[in-house]
């Protein structure tokens, strides 16, 4: 007899035809075994911005949606665990900025989109750099500068990509435009995707930011700006930052809305909501997710010289994005514990295995030191340190996202 999470992980990979009869063995499945297949839960009210009615409070999740966010938001949690570790043992150089704590934004606004939907963000991605599927080992590898890394380790932290996916941006606001420009070239090829462009409070006072808002709103162009509100730009907090911490109204002209970034079914709704409004001609959306990063800005940070320990330590006991999702779940019986600690067990081994390998691989040689600098490369070489010693270029993998 096959278990439920089997049923859910074996569907996952189907055709649409096969995929829904195998939803339907399995809803039979749940229903004779006396689980809940589908549940139903009440957000946080919505604030809205120029909007006379925003996404519904009511919302719902089946067995196989839920196993699957809370798959990924705890293997997001593991992973910036093993990169925390990682760091401390200086086996990550440089910048490392974690996620933890925020898990239910991204996971939330992954679960609404569709196959012509992109993302661009800043440099808090591991997570997201998962979830737009780029293997556990390939996260990790790029943090340690192996070759089995998404950018064959030559991006590190900061500077992840994959298809659909326009990485982390260190400049502080970069992505604001550069998001901007990806929906546009969407809208401009009639593919009908958004672009969800994510910043942090810290980056909402960027003037660049706004200028795209402008040009964004002139030409109704379909991109979602996200304002990841974790409380603290880099060591300042958002009152001390901001004349208005209300992001979601700081786009005057263009509707907004508040969300509960801590609830991961929340934030899937508002997602959900953008993309129907932003594919409906009516331009862009500005999505506030109020959330908590509980390690420091970066690895450098020990994130207790602006906060009290005790201040992280309630967010973590009564808002904590992965618990109080598995606490609905359970009660609602659309799982059992042994079923999440199935889960539990597998994400660990993977993140494990991953982290071992991150470790043990090599670096990549000299020879591609300059691979892929461009897609097509109108000049043999590339300048070195010094111009009496240039780099050959070489393609090493293909340009994900050349269209």
């Not at 795209?212 to 958002?238: D, F, Q, R």
Request: charged share 20%; hydrophobic share 35%.
């Amino acid at each position: 007899m096959f278990s439920s999470i089997q049923l859910t992980r074996n569907i996952a990979h189907l055709s649409p035809r096969t995929k829904k009869n195998g939803r339907l063995q399995l809803q039979k499945f749940l229903q004779s075994h006396g689980f809940a297949s589908e549940a139903s839960f009440e957000t946080k009210p919505y604030k809205l911005h120029k909007l006379e009615s925003g996404p519904s409070t009511h919302v719902s999740v089946t067995k196989e949606d839920a196993l699957v966010i809370y798959r990924q938001m705890n293997t997001i949690r593991r992973i910036e665990t093993a990169a925390g570790n990682l760091y401390k043992e200086k086996i990550v150089r440089g910048f490392c900025h974690l996620y933890s704590g925020q898990e239910a934004c991204a996971v939330g606004m992954r679960s609404a989109m569709r196959k012509q939907d992109s993302i661009i963000s800043a440099y808090r991605v591991h997570g997201w750099t998962y979830l737009m599927g780029v293997p556990v080992l390939g996260v990790l590898a790029e943090l340690t500068g192996r070759k089995s890394g998404c950018a064959r380790g030559k991006g590190g932290s900061m500077h992840m990509y994959c298809k659909n996916f326009y990485g982390g941006n260190g400049i502080v606001g970069a992505q604001g435009p550069l998001g901007t420009g990806v929906a546009f070239a969407s809208q401009y090829k009639e593919e009908g995707g958004v672009c969800f462009t994510l910043y942090g409070d810290g980056a909402a006072n960027q003037g660049q930011l706004f200028e795209a808002y402008n040009i964004a709103k002139l030409m109704n162009i379909p991109v979602i700006y996200v304002c990841e509100n974790n409380g603290y730009g880099m060591g300042t907090s958002a009152e001390r930052s901001s004349a208005s911490t209300n992001y979601y109204t700081r786009g005057d002209y263009i509707p907004g809305i508040w969300v509960d970034g801590m609830d991961v079914l929340a934030v899937r709704e508002a997602a959900k909501f953008a993309i129907e409004y932003a594919t409906s001609g009516k331009g862009p959306l500005i999505l506030e997710t109020v959330t908590y990063r509980y390690s420091g800005h970066s690895m450098s940070d020990p994130g207790t010289s602006y906060r009290t320990r005790d201040e992280v330590q309630v967010v973590r006991q009564t808002r904590d994005p992965i618990t109080s999702f598995k606490e609905k779940i359970i009660n609602t019986e659309l799982a059992t514990p042994d079923e999440l600690k199935a889960i539990d067990a597998e994400i660990k081994k993977e993140v494990d295995a991953a982290n071992k390998t991150a470790k043990e691989d090599t670096e990549i040689t000299m020879e591609e030191i300059a691979g892929d600098v461009y897609s097509n490369t109108l000049e043999p070489t590339i300048r070195n340190i010094t111009p009496w010693n240039p780099l050959t270029h070489k393609r090493v993998g293909p340009a994900l996202n050349l269209k």
